[in-house]
C-alpha cells in the first residue's frame, strides 16, 4: 500500500507551503517506505509515498499522461492494468506501473472510466488544463482515504486521518465506492450493483459458479514483481486462499521470480487454536509456514502504536488489529512486500455466528448488505492499517468487485444456517471446495467452526487486554466517562482505555467522529440485535462472549459429523450438480 496526500486549491503556493505538505507526506512514509514524489501546480500539491509492488525500478509517482497535462497519485493496485493497456494501445506509457492506465483513461473516457477499474485503489487525478480535479475510493473500501476541508476553501485527501487532522476544519472518511468531481462539486456513487438495491436475489446455488469466480479473485491477485505469501491462520478463509494461490502459483510470472513454493504466515499465542490449524494447512498444502508468537504482554505494549496506526478506537478491530500489526512487522523482517488474507468471506456469506438466529432470508441478506457496507470502518481499515504499519500490502480477493456481485446475487436461502440440515454458516462456500477427486482442504478444516480473529489467536488475549485496561481505568472514571466522552461514550474499562490513547493521537471533534458506534454483539450491526432479546443483555464483540463459540445452540458434534460425511442422504443428495453429464462430487441441498 502506498501513502497519498493532495492539497487542492490551497490559498497559498508558496515554498512554505510545499515543505508543509512534504512534512504531512512524511507521515505517512510507512505506507510507502521505497520512494517519494511532489507535484505542485499552482496552488495544487499531489504528494506520494511509494510500496513499490509492481515495476519497482520506474513506476514512480505522481504519474502523467503523455503531454504531461494530467497528473494522477494512486494508492492501490488495478488487476486488469494489461487489458486496459491493449484498449489504450494509441497512448504512450512511460512504465509498467499498473496504475499508469488512469491518467490515460481519464484522457480517453472523461470522468466515467472508474467503473472500468478492476482492483482496491484510492487516487487524486488533477487535470492542469482547466485546473479540475477528480477522487476516487475503491468498490468497498478497501484501499483508506479521508477528505478534508481546509479554512482557505482547499480541499485535502489523504490514505490515512493522520495527514491531514492538523490542517483541516473538518475532515471525514471518503465514502467507499464514491468519487469526489470538482466539476461537479460535491460526491457521486460510481458503484451501484444490483444488490444493493431493496430487492432480495433469487439466484439458485451453483457451486461451480462460486468456486470459479473465487478462484479468478485469487488468481488474479498473484500480480506482483516482489516477494509474497499468504496469511493463514487455519481457519476456513485463510486457508481457501493459501489452498488456491498454492494450486495456481506455478507457471505464473511471480512463480518464475520468487520460487512456486508458496510461504504462509500465521500469529499466536503460544498453544492457541489458529497455530495449530495453521501449521496443519500449511503440511498438508506443502507451504514454507513462518510462525510467530506474540504474549500478552507484547501485545499489551503495543497498543499505542497499533491506535495510532490504525486510528479508531473501536474495541473489535483494536483487539483483532494488534497481532496482525505485530506480524506484519516479523513477515517485513524476512523481505516479503505483499500477503493475500482472507478478509470480507463473514460479511458475505453471514459467516459470524450471530448469523444462526436470523429470522428469514430477508433479514439474513439485508445483514450481510449492511456488515459489507461498514467493511471500510472496521475489517479493511483493520487489514489496510495493521499491514501498511510496516510497508507491507494485503490483498482480499473476497471483496473482489466480480466475486461480490456472483456471491451475492445467490438467493439468501442457501446462506441460512440449518443445522438439521446439515448447513452450517458459510455452508455454500464449503461445498463449493468440497472436492473428493482432488480435494481442496481436508475435510475437518474445511468445515472447521468460525473463531474471531481475536479469539483465535489465544483466548487470553482478550482476558489479558480486559485486565490490563481495568488496572489503568477506575471505576470513578467510568461513572464521568458519558461527560468525558459525550459522543460513543465507552461503556468498558476497556473502551475507555482505548478511547483515551485515541484522543491524545488525535484530539479534534472530526477524529472521534469517523469512528462507528452502537451496540453489537459478536460483531453484529445493531439491527441484528434485535434477532434475539438475551443478545441485549450481553453486548460484548468477542464472538464467544455472547454467542458461545464452543457451546453453539448446534453444537460442535454438527461439525464433527457434517465433516465426516455423517448427513442423511436425503439432505447429501437431493440436488446433485451435473456439469457435461457428469457429478463433480459437489452434492448439495436447498
Excluded at 514524489?37 to 504528494?47: A, I, N, R, V, Y
Excluded at 505522481?62 to 492501490?76: A, R, S, Y
Excluded at 486496459?84 to 490515460?104: G, N, P
Excluded at 476516487?136 to 477528505?147: F, N, P
Aim: proline content about 5%; charged content about 20%.
Amino acid at each position: 500500500m502506498c501513502g497519498i496526500l493532495a492539497v487542492l486549491g490551497c490559498s497559498d503556493d508558496s515554498q512554505a507551503k510545499r515543505v508543509r505538505v512534504l512534512e504531512l507526506s512524511r507521515r505517512l512514509k510507512h505506507r510507502g517506505p521505497d520512494w517519494s514524489g511532489l507535484f505542485q501546480h499552482g496552488d495544487s500539491f499531489l504528494s506520494h509515498q511509494r510500496l513499490a509492488i509492481i515495476d519497482p525500478a520506474s513506476g514512480d509517482q505522481p504519474l502523467f499522461n503523455e503531454d504531461k497535462k494530467i497528473v494522477v497519485t494512486v494508492n492501490g493496485e488495478i488487476y486488469n492494468h494489461e487489458a486496459l493497456r491493449k484498449s489504450l494501445s494509441h497512448h504512450e506509457f512511460r512504465t509498467d506501473s499498473d496504475c499508469d492506465v488512469i491518467a490515460h483513461l481519464y484522457e480517453e473516457y472523461g470522468e466515467g472510466f472508474v467503473d472500468m477499474l478492476d482492483g482496491m485503489f484510492s487516487f487524486v487525478l488533477l487535470d492542469t488544463r482547466d485546473n479540475s480535479f477528480l477522487v476516487a475510493r475503491d468498490a468497498i473500501g478497501i484501499t483508506s482515504l479521508y477528505i478534508g476541508w481546509g479554512l482557505d476553501g482547499s480541499i485535502w485527501i489523504s490514505s490515512e486521518m493522520k495527514g491531514l487532522n492538523d490542517d483541516c476544519e473538518h475532515f471525514e472518511f471518503f465514502p467507499p465506492g464514491h468519487l469526489y468531481s470538482s466539476k461537479q462539486g460535491g460526491f457521486r456513487r460510481w458503484y451501484n450493483p444490483q444488490w444493493m438495491s431493496s430487492v432480495i436475489p433469487s439466484t439458485p446455488y451453483d457451486p461451480l459458479v462460486l468456486r470459479r469466480a473465487f478462484e479468478n479473485a485469487v488468481i488474479k491477485r498473484l500480480m506482483t514483481d516482489v516477494p509474497f505469501g499468504v496469511l493463514l491462520s487455519g481457519g476456513l478463509d485463510s486457508s481457501l486462499v493459501a489452498s488456491i494461490t498454492a494450486r495456481y502459483l506455478a507457471g505464473t510470472k511471480a512463480a518464475r521470480q520468487w520460487g512456486a513454493q508458496l510461504h504462509s504466515f500465521c500469529v499466536g499465542l503460544q498453544g492457541s487454536p489458529d497455530l495449530k490449524a495453521g501449521k496443519e494447512v500449511a503440511n498438508y498444502l506443502g507451504t514454507v509456514h513462518h510462525e510467530f508468537h506474540f504474549t500478552v504482554q507484547d501485545g499489551i505494549d503495543a497498543i499505542e502504536d497499533v491506535i495510532y496506526h490504525i486510528e479508531t478506537y473501536d474495541v473489535t478491530t483494536i483487539r483483532a488489529s494488534t497481532p496482525m500489526f505485530l506480524m506484519s512487522r516479523k513477515i517485513k523482517s524476512l523481505g516479503v512486500k505483499m500477503v493475500i488474507s482472507g478478509e470480507g468471506s463473514d460479511e458475505i456469506f453471514g459467516g459470524y455466528l450471530y448469523f444462526h438466529k436470523a429470522p428469514n432470508k430477508e433479514e439474513f441478506h439485508h445483514e450481510t448488505c449492511r456488515k459489507i457496507q461498514a467493511l471500510h470502518q472496521y475489517d479493511c481499515l483493520r487489514a489496510n492499517k495493521s499491514t501498511s504499519a510496516w510497508g507491507v500490502e494485503a490483498r482480499v480477493p473476497f471483496l473482489d468487485k466480480e466475486f461480490i456481485n456472483v456471491a451475492m446475487d445467490i438467493d439468501p436461502e442457501w446462506k441460512m444456517i440449518k443445522p438439521d440440515r446439515g448447513r452450517i454458516e458459510k455452508w455454500i462456500l464449503r461445498k463449493a471446495f468440497d472436492d473428493e477427486e482432488r480435494p481442496y482442504l481436508p475435510k475437518h478444516i474445511l468445515y472447521r467452526q468460525k473463531e474471531q480473529f481475536s479469539d483465535g489467536v489465544g483466548y487470553s488475549w482478550i482476558d489479558g487486554l480486559k485486565t490490563h485496561a481495568a488496572e489503568h481505568v477506575t471505576d470513578k472514571m467510568m461513572l464521568n466517562a458519558a461527560h468525558i466522552f459525550p459522543h460513543n461514550t465507552p461503556t468498558t474499562k476497556e473502551a475507555y482505555y482505548y478511547r483515551m490513547i485515541f484522543e491524545r493521537f488525535f484530539p479534534q471533534n472530526s477524529a472521534k467522529l469517523t469512528v462507528p458506534g452502537g451496540a453489537s454483539v459478536a460483531c453484529s450491526t445493531a439491527k441484528a440485535i434485535e434477532w434475539d432479546a438475551a443478545w441485549s443483555n450481553n453486548l460484548d464483540p468477542s464472538g464467544r462472549a455472547a454467542i458461545g463459540v464452543h457451546t453453539s445452540a448446534y453444537g460442535p458434534q454438527v461439525y464433527a459429523s457434517i465433516a465426516n460425511g455423517n448427513i442423511p442422504p436425503t439432505i447429501m443428495n437431493n440436488v446433485p450438480l451435473m456439469v457435461g453429464g457428469a457429478t463433480h462430487g459437489l452434492a448439495i441441498q436447498s
